[in-house]
């Protein structure tokens, strides 16, 4: 089964192991620790380092289609934000008569514009089965569709690459009109509660922080399955000779589709564990500056690798914490410097530097190139 | 039998529905015949009544100057050019000339493009892999196992393109010559009855052509190969059997002694270089 192929994996392993270890750590430390302690783990911490695995999730989506399928998708943060408002129409229904405006159908900002019934497009996402489908299935459909049109035409590279980002770009235009009816530019907030459980109770957000670190664990195993399977070889060779891998009787269309809507839902999930952590979905998270961040986290990290993204996304996302806390004008030149100083010096990221030493080690065991080349 | 009972008989299978079996009928000896083939783009006659035929598992040389027609000719063979007028027969069952390009390759014609490309990234053993002829699509694809006798099937080809010490090297360390071979190789997984071999010792070594000689003389007998070809030397040590294109037709044909002392041959082709 290609699916528990990674789990005989050793990598697989101690990825899971360490991430699996780091859960119940912080979790003990969380729980068990007194608050005055200095190993105490905040509630807020807890939060936070709940958004970390959502964005190393998103990381590990981009990484999927740019590092083993060559696509760089300047456009990811779109289906991280339609997973992201699948998620907060549900939230936003649960708050049923509770908010400011009390109405118990129509969430306040509707009722602030005057609308006086609930768009077709709300319907269903009281229900939570249907909202976690919607979840998957709104940014799966966005990239069949875009993608279908893009890989049939055989758009690759940087014009692929522009053309994500102006989707994105289109998205959140289109997002922040009072019109669309998603909240405008405020987006939505206000969440009260997730399938009964109160999101501001420290019970809830440990739940979604564990949750997030599970959906983290599987979605890297989804990825790692696809990647050492024999199509996750295809898509490589797809990445390094499209014309070859075709000639060879592929159809590469159809692979970069399969991989890319695989990677659009993860990144979707990604979305939806995001939104009732943060507490907020608002357009800016569809913005361009947004999508360009995560392929600089992989890059970071250190590409077609996985979990290279998965340490670039935490490693620049607790770097800009602390930045933006100390000198909040500077992140963006440190993110900027950092992108160069990596480019430059670490073509491989940071995984690069962790594995490369073992394999100069190695390298005179693999077979020199023959005596007569 | 009445043709009701014949009709309403569960065994039997209906001539449009049953594959279709020995795809390449080879009694009658050539594998491949070209008969009056004649193509002109903008008026210049890049084929002129070309006559050509190969049989089952010989090994072919064709050589010819610079413009002779000679991948013109692949690209007919492979459908990627229709010809104006004459026919194209693979065995004495299949009508090339009615047939698409994928097809014909399913037929069992492979063709190795001057240029080798291989992916770079991943190892010989995946190269191997990603050719063998298998459910192409995407879901087959992403379930697929290694099953022993496709392992097997892939050991026995690394071995005969002599790559076997290097199976598990990413086919980017290769040197030139070796990338070559794994082209090769690529092409046999695929169990071509027919294998067309454009300049394959372009650039190699000394060494590397006498493998190269050795590898694509074995494969003779098994397959047919036509091997087209600058270098003369070469063609000297694998070819029994040679011919001389010129001006897109056949100057002349037989063992290279024969050739090489026919005065016109000598005239238009190997004199350019005496």
Known sequence: MWLTRPLRERSTQLFLGVLFAALIVVTALHLLMPQDSALYVSSYTVTLLGKYLCYALLAVAVDLVWGYLGILSLGHGAFFALGGYAMGMYLMRQIGDRGVYGDPLLPDFMVFLNWDALPWYWQGFDMAWFAFIMVLLAPGLLALVFGFLAFRSRVTGVYLSIITQALTFALMLAFFRNEMGFGGNNGLTDFKDLLGFDLRTDATRLGLFLATGIALAIGYVVCRGIVTSKLGRVSVACRDAEARTRFLGYRVERVQLFVFVVSAMLAGVAGALYVPQVGIINPSEFSPLFSIEIVVWVALGGRATLYGAVIGAILVNYGKTVFTGIMPDAWLFALGGLFVLVTVFLPKGIAGLLFDRKKTKEEPDTPAQEATA | MSIFQQLTNRDQVFDFLAPEVSPVDVRHGPILYLEDVSVSFDGFKAINNLNLTIDDGELRCIIGPNGAGKTTMMDIITGKTRPDTGSVWFGSRHNLLTKSEPDIASLGIGRKFQKPTVFEALTVFENLELAMAADKRVFPTLTAIMKPEYRDRIDEVVQMIGLKDLRGAPAGILSHGQKQWLEIGML?????????????????????????????????????????????????????????????SVLAEGTMDQVSNDPEVIKVYLGEEA
């Open chain 2, 188 to 248: 046999l997984m695929q169990r071509p009855r027919l294998l067309l071999v454009d300049e394959p010792v372009a650039g190699m070594t000394e060494q590397e052509m006498e493998r190269t000689a050795e590898l694509l003389t074995s494969l003779a007998g098994k397959q047919s190969v036509v091997v087209v070809e600058h270098d003369m030397g070469f063609v000297r040590s694998i070819a029994r059997k040679v011919t001389v294109l010129h001006q897109g």
